[in-house]
C-alpha cells in the first residue's frame, strides 16, 4: 500500500477563497482523522470518522469548517471562507481498530497558505 | 480534554550526548504511544507503551511509561544527528483508540 495520500502538498490561497484538502486513507482502515498542527498549538485533532461515519466533530474550529468521507477510500476537509488564521499543516492520519497497540498512519499533510 | 505535557519544549545537543524527555498528564491512558516526525512528514511511530512500569528499548531509545500510567520518558543514549526530529507523545484511552497528542519536544542534535 502506499500509505495515506493526501493532496494537495501545498495550497496558497486568498482569504474568502474556499479550499478544498482531499484524504485517501490506507486500505482496509476503518478508522480516519483530521489533524491541523501550529506552532503554537501542536497537533490539535479536528474531527475523526469511523466506518465512513462522522464521530467527534468537537475539534472543528468553526462552521466554516466542514469534513465529509463519502466513502471508505475518500475524505474531504473544506475551509469556506478561508482566513489568515486557519494557515497551518494539515494531516490525515488512519488507523484499524486493532486495541491499544493499534498505529496512526499519517499522510504527508498539507501546507495551507492563507493571504 | 485530556492534556499531554511535553518537556523541555526545544533542545539542542551535541553528538554523543545522552538526553531524557517527558510527557505528563493528570488522566490515565490505556496507552502510550511516542512518534517522530521529520521536517515536511507526517508523524511516524515509535513505540507503544500499555502497562504501568513497562520499559521498552529501540536501539539507542529507551522509553518507560509510569507506574500510574499517567506520564513517560524516552531517553537517547549517544545521540547522533540522525536522530533530530520533533518527538511526540501521544494518549489513548478507553476501548477506542483516538490518539491525542502533546505539543512535541523539537530536538536538534548537531554533528
Known amino acids: 500500500d502506499a500509505g495515506v495520500i493526501q493532496s494537495p502538498r501545498h495550497e496558497v490561497t486568498e482569504m474568502g477563497q474556499e479550499v478544498t484538502l482531499r484524504c485517501k486513507p490506507i486500505?482496509?482502515?476503518?478508522?480516519l482523522f483530521w489533524y491541523r498542527q501550529t506552532m503554537m498549538r501542536g497537533l490539535e485533532l479536528l474531527i475523526y470518522?469511523?466506518?465512513?461515519?462522522?464521530?467527534?466533530d468537537s475539534g472543528m474550529p468553526e462552521d466554516r469548517f466542514s469534513a465529509k468521507m463519502p466513502n471508505a477510500s475518500f475524505s474531504t476537509l473544506k475551509i469556506q471562507p478561508s482566513e489568515p488564521r486557519d494557515s497551518a499543516v494539515y494531516f490525515c492520519a488512519s488507523s484499524f481498530s486493532g486495541g491499544s497497540d493499534t498505529e496512526a498512519f499519517f499522510g504527508q499533510g498539507t501546507r495551507l497558505t492563507v493571504v | 480534554t485530556q492534556l499531554l505535557e511535553q518537556s523541555p519544549q526545544f533542545l539542542s545537543i551535541q553528538e554523543g550526548e545522552n538526553l531524557t524527555v517527558y510527557c505528563n498528564s493528570s488522566?490515565?491512558?490505556?496507552?502510550l504511544q511516542w512518534y517522530r516526525q521529520e521536517p515536511g512528514e507526517g508523524p511516524v511511530l515509535l513505540v507503544t507503551v500499555v502497562t504501568g512500569g513497562e520499559v521498552k528499548k529501540l536501539k539507542r531509545l529507551t522509553f518507560q511509561f509510569g507506574d500510574a500510567r499517567k506520564d513517560s520518558s524516552l531517553h537517547i543514549t549517544a545521540a547522533q544527528p540522525g536522530d533530530t526530529g520533533l518527538y511526540l507523545c501521544?494518549?489513548?484511552?478507553?476501548?477506542?483508540?483516538?490518539?491525542?497528542f502533546g505539543r512535541g519536544t523539537s530536538l536538534i542534535v548537531h554533528p
Open positions: 501521544a494518549g489513548a484511552s478507553g476501548g477506542s483508540y483516538i490518539p491525542t
Open positions: 470518522f469511523n466506518n465512513n461515519v462522522p464521530i467527534d
Open positions: 488522566s490515565v491512558f490505556s496507552s
Open positions: 486500505s482496509g482502515h476503518d478508522y
